[in-house]
Every structure is written in C-alpha cells, then in structure tokens.
C-alpha cells in the first residue's frame, strides 16, 4: 500500500498592513458622523497632502505623509467638520513644503486656508533660546486659537500623534523636551476646553519619558492592587446598581482607576504614600437626567454614610471648561472608602470630549454649535482662552509669557460673584485683586480696597466658594509694585507688571530729560539748543525718548551726554556742571533723586529730618495726611511705629542712579569724645580726611573724662557715611560714634 506524502502548501506572505488610514477608510469614518460632507475636497486634500511630502520621512521610517493622515484620523474620533480634517491633512504643508497659505485659500477656500495658517509654528523664527522659541509659539498659537478653537483641537491630536511616536526620536534630550513642554502647555490646554480623553494621554505620554522610573513603579503597584481589589471592584459596581434599580433608577455604573500621572501628581502635591490613597478606584454613575442625577445622590446618600467635606456640585457650578458631574465619596460597601461621579450621558460626553463634544448639525449644517456649548454649562468655556489672549496683550518677555499661561491653565478653581450676582470663576487661592482683573483690567488698575461679603477687608485675604467680592475703586490707577505678591491669576500679574514697566518708563524718561536739563544749565547750556543726533550716534540709542530712559536708569550719565554736546568744553564749566549738589525736598528737584509708589508729576517730596536719608539706605515714604506730598524716611526710622496699622499710607520707594552719583547727602552722627585737648581738632581731621564736609558741632554734657557731641556732616551716601564712622572709631580717643535716628 502506497502512501501519499501531503503536500506542503506554501501561502504567499501578507503585504503589511500601512501604518495609516487609507483614503477611503478616512472618507468613511466622516461620512459615518456627517452624510453630507464634502468628499471630493476630501479627496483633493488627502492626495495633495501626500503629494506634497512626497519622500519625506519622519524617525520612524514611515513616510511623512502618513502623520498628517493618522492625525486627520484621530479627529474623526471626535467628530469633527469637514473643515477641521482638512486642516489636519494639511496642516504641516506651510512649515514642511514651499506651499504657502495663499496657494491653500486657492485650493481649498480662505477657511481652511486661515485654519492652516493658524496651525503653523514658526520654525523659520531665528530665536536663540529654547524657552523664548517655546514662548513665540504659544503667542502665536495663543492668539489662533482665540479665533477658532479648530486650531486647537487639530494641534493637540498633532501633539498626541506626535508623543505617540515619540520613542522613535534618538536623542534623549529631545524627547525630555518635547513632553515637558507636552505636559506644561498642551496637556493644560486640553484640559482648559474639557477634552480629558486627549489631557490624559498626553499626560501618561509625557510621564512615560520624563520620569520612566516612577511610572514603572506605579505602574507594579496598580498591576498589584488589580489583583487583589480588581473582584471587588466589579461587586461594588453591581451594589450600587442595585440599590439605584430599586429605587426605579436604572443607571450604568462602573469603577475607573486613576491613570499612573494623576496617581504621581497627588503623590507629590499631598506628601502621602501609595498606601494612603483612597481614590485610586473611583465609580462613575451614569443616569439619564440632570434630576436623576441628585436623586441617584439621594439613594447612594440614603444607603451609605458620606464623608464630610467631600462633596462638590459641579452641575449647578460647572467648571470653566463646563466640567458638569455631582461628586462625593461615601464609606460604602465592605466599609471601603467610594469616590463617586455621578452625571448623565450627555455630561459624560461633554466631560470626555470638551469642545469637540458639541460639533453636530444645526440648521442644516454640521459644525461647532457655539450657542449648545454654552447652554450645556453655562459660560463659554472658550472664555478661559481669552484671558490668556489678555496675558499676551500685556505684553512682557518670553519667560513671563509661559510663567503666566502656566498659572491660568494650571490652578484649580473657586466661584465667588459681584454684588450684582455674576458668577465669576477664579483659580483656588485668589486675592481680591485676582477678581478685579478677572473682571476688568481698569477695575484692577483702580482697585483701592475690597468689601467681602459687605465687610471691608485686606487685600490680602483669600477667597472662598459663595464670597460676594465688591471692589472699591479710586479715581486714578495706582499699582504698587508689591501687589504682585497679592495675586496668583496670570492675567492679574501680567497687567500689574504691565502698569509698573509703564510707570516705570514715564519715570525714567522724565528723571532722565530733567538731570540732562540741569546738568546743561550747571554749565550755562540749554538741552534745547542742542542737536541730539551726534549723542544719540555715539551710544547706539534710536530717539530722544531712548536717551532720557538711558539717562533716568543710569546707563548713560549727563556728563557724558555734556561731553558729547560740547567736547571743548572749559575745565571750569565741566567741573560746574558735575559738582556734586546737594539733595532738597519740594516737587521737580526731589523727583530726580527719588522713584517709585505709584506717584505722579508733582507730588512734593519731604526728607525727613528725623532720620536723615542718604543715598544707599533703603527708604520708605509715608503720605502726609493733609495731602500735600510724602515724607522720606529710612526703613528703620523709629518714627516708622506711628504708621504701623496705617498700610494705606506707606509707599515703596527707591534711589535714582542720578541721587547715587551726583548728590551729597546732610546727616547725623552722635559721638563721645575724651575730653583732652586737641581731640576735637583731631576728629575733625578725620573726617574731612575721609572726604566729609562738616557744617555744624555741638557739644554738650561735658564731663571731667568725656563730652558728646553731634556733628552735621554732608556725605556722598551710605558707603560714605560708614567709611566716616570706621574712621572714627578706629581713634582711640573716639568712645563711640553713631548715626542720630529719630
């Protein structure tokens, strides 16, 4: 009996599968959300898209193209407009390719076109700092997305495809630094407009190369837990079911676990231990209406003890990015600890997906209905993006700009309103003046007191859930510069900075012109009589106006500017006009030796004759109750006391380069003295040896050893005056010698 041998049947080997969406699975997917778009613009943009990458490769080895595809892919997942998947089929065109935005208007409408252009980073910057590119790229992303929130959405699914594959970039380095600035600036601006779905991958994405090994190990510990609470985890789920069915509440429950980021951040920002969680495990309870909802609160409430302090009613006060869900944790089934979430469907949706939730068909066309976006919570949660738009606008360098985007997207929130009732969200530990400049930058500027809950209160204090916040204003803008420190919101920041560098500038130019002016008249010339060309040549400035500034900040010194005015200039007139002078109180003359507290032309200051400032010692100024001017004072002049419940009064003060370099200074010291002959001579030596100028002596309780005696002396500054007293003391006939205070 023969046998047969079996054949061996060879199959030809698969092609692989592409690692990207082909164009008919793309057009697809959309037409599976909106029937009527527009296929053939599809089409086009699919294939220019892969025309114009053409052999381009990205480090994975795919072809370009297939990035802007799959990103184009991750969109449809959201459902979005035609409009927004073109753009991502495009999007890397202007910044890759010699395509520009007029040749896409032409291609494929002014639209797509602006929605591009939008996307496109500003890779041909020529910055030299990494954080001042990362900052020119916000401004500019900023303020698109401001327009359209399309221009966000496509850039953070650009972001997500990006991490996605970011493991296939060599250089270590550089992937720490794409998802640090992942993690700091768009995992935020995911969660500003309610998308958590995209937040937490990116978050997780970015974990995964900035901190590997505590994600690994977070990552064994949950592996763990799973194994031991994963059975009673589906239990609970059911008990809570029931409980709610019995009540005739059908509602779909199910424990999610925190993600290993989140699981980190709380590690670090409660100083606790994995152990002492209670909320890995949370359940989300999902009925099918906003009443339902409190009536589900009512059952689980009814059923199981609450923990105090534990519960948040974010639909009747959503979040600013709409965030609508009743939470609470209550000690239930088997004595665990339950975090609980309890919203419809729609919230759900919403709380997932954010913006992208409430793109759908409205009066026969499919799009961003802007009006159900609203109405699902309340407030348009675009608004937190246009705070960031007024944090640009005020202006400021590259590492404040990110320092303040990072404040408004990062802080967690409270609600407090205006006498009038409007709900005003702010981030958890604003001050009053967070509120003024959440309400109006002029509000902020003129803010001179705040009444909370209808009681005058200190800036200082912190709001809480419920405050009804009225601010006092007066009638011009005064920041101090210290009210930085009174504020946590960028855009309250932004603008008191904004103010000072304005106040700031006005003080400089004006202290700058006026020591010109009268160094010029010292040496019998006027400024006015003089072209400032030749000057403006010689230190590199492009007007007049960036003179004074030099000159009032002390870079460039009048005498300088005399010198370049008039280079044959006599010895004695040069040494007239930069004889030292000596400092007086009264309005313009005071202003050229003094800046700072918020004052305006005009103001009369006084010097304090009770401490004596000079140049070098910190100074305060205390405004005079009758309105005419301030008065000067050292830091610790003991009349300082008298004013210590007054805070109203004191302003900050500050030296001017002018006061430091060309000023003498009279003061103060008390000495005991031997009482020998030829030791006052002696003492007055000293000082005129150190360079002081005496201009008055008194002696007095004269005794058989020692006498004491004050001595009025004209000094440079403080360095000076400690020189003098070194001096002084360093005579063995000299006892003791100090400064007069008070």
Known sequence: MSSVAPVAVTEAPAKPRPKFLRQYELIERVHAYDPTADEALLNRAYVYAMRMHGS???????????????????????????????????????????????????????????????????????LQAEHMRQAENLRKFILAISKDVRVLLVKLADRLHNMRTLHFIKNQAKRERIARETRDIYAPLARNIGCHRICTELEELSFQHTNPVARDAIIRRLDVLREEQGGAVTLVSQEIAARLESASLPARVFGREKSPYSIWRKLQRKSIGFSQMSDIYAFRVIVDSEEDCYRALGVVHRAWSSVPDRFKDYISTPKRNNYRSLHTTVVGPRGMRIEMQIRTESMDRVNEEGVAAHFRYKDASYGLDLEGMEAAGGRDPLANLRQLVQVLEHGGDSEELVEHAKLEMFLDQVFVFTPKGKLVSLPRGAMPLDFAYAVHTSVGDTCIGVKINGELKPLRTPLVNGDVVEVVRGSKPVVPPDWRSLTVTGRARSAIRRHIRQT???????????????VFERAGKKLKDVSLRPILERFVLETDEALFDAVGRG?????????????????????????????????????????????TPGVSLHFAHCCSAVP?????????EDGEGLDVHTIDCPRLAEYEDREELWRDLNWTPEAERSTISLTRLHATIQNAPGVLGLVCTIIGEAGGNIVNLRMHHRQSDFFDTDIDVEVRDAKH??????????????????RTRG
């Open 555 to 599: 870079r460039v010194s009048p005498s300088q500017v005399l010198e370049t005015a008039y280079p044959g200039m006599k010895d004695s007139e040069r040494e007239a006009a930069t004889a030292r002078r000596k400092i007086e109180g009264g309005q313009e003359a005071a202003r050229l030796y003094v800046r700072g507290g918020g004052l």
């Open 56 to 126: 381009q490769t990205r480090a994975s080895g795919d072809p370009y193209y297939a990035h802007p595809i799959e990103v184009a892919g991750i969109l449809t997942e959201y459902r979005l407009d035609t409009a927004t998947i073109v753009t991502a089929l495009l999007h890397d065109v202007i910044e890759d390719t010699p395509v520009t935005k007029e040749e896409i208007a032409k291609l494929f409408g002014e639209e797509i076109g602006e929605l591009v252009e939008g996307v496109t980073k500003l890779s041909k910057l020529e």
């Open 721 to 738: 005056l400690t020189n003098i007293q070194a001096a002084l003391r360093a005579c063995p006939s000299v006892e003791t010698v100090d």
């Open 504 to 518: 700031e500038k006005e003080e400089f130019l004006r202290l700058g012109r006026a020591s010109l002016e009268q």
């Open 616 to 624: 070098g010692d910190r100074i305060v100024g205390i405004l005079r």
